[in-house]
């Protein structure tokens, strides 16, 4: 039983900042890894960033430089800093999560809601 909740969408101005957070709770024995995915209206779903355990980032292209993702390890949580935010941005924005269950083997990917980021002026 794992749950993975995001929080912090919502309508900003090209240019802003924005910053979202994902937590997974429930059954954990350790979380692998945790990143943001986002879709949008009309496009597949797509990756934005992701960060291991051992704080290896990853970004896509056309997100980097501008995002900035991170981990607080003690509260399973994980961050989206999303700055200079562009039209482009909008999007639904989804957590996933990579963890290892108490008890069991292996590990298996949770998602998370979804939030909403709209970017217009």
């Known amino acids: 039983q794992v749950q993975v909740v995001e929080s912090g969408g919502g309508l900003v101005q090209p240019g802003g900042s924005l910053r979202l957070s994902c937590t997974a709770s429930g059954s954990i024995f350790s979380i692998n890894a945790m990143g943001w995915y986002r879709q949008a209206p009309g496009k597949q779903r797509e990756l934005v960033a992701t960060l291991t355990s051992g704080t290896t980032t990853n970004y896509a292209d056309s997100v980097k430089g501008r995002f900035t993702i991170s981990r607080d390890n003690a509260k399973n949580t994980v961050y989206l800093q999303m700055n200079s935010l562009k039209p482009e941005d909008t999007a639904v924005y989804y957590c996933?999560?990579?963890?290892?269950?108490?008890?069991?083997?292996?590990?298996?990917?949770?998602w998370g809601q979804g939030t909403q980021v709209t970017v217009s002026s």
């Open positions: 996933n999560a990579n963890v290892r269950r108490l008890g069991f083997p292996g590990s298996n990917y949770y």
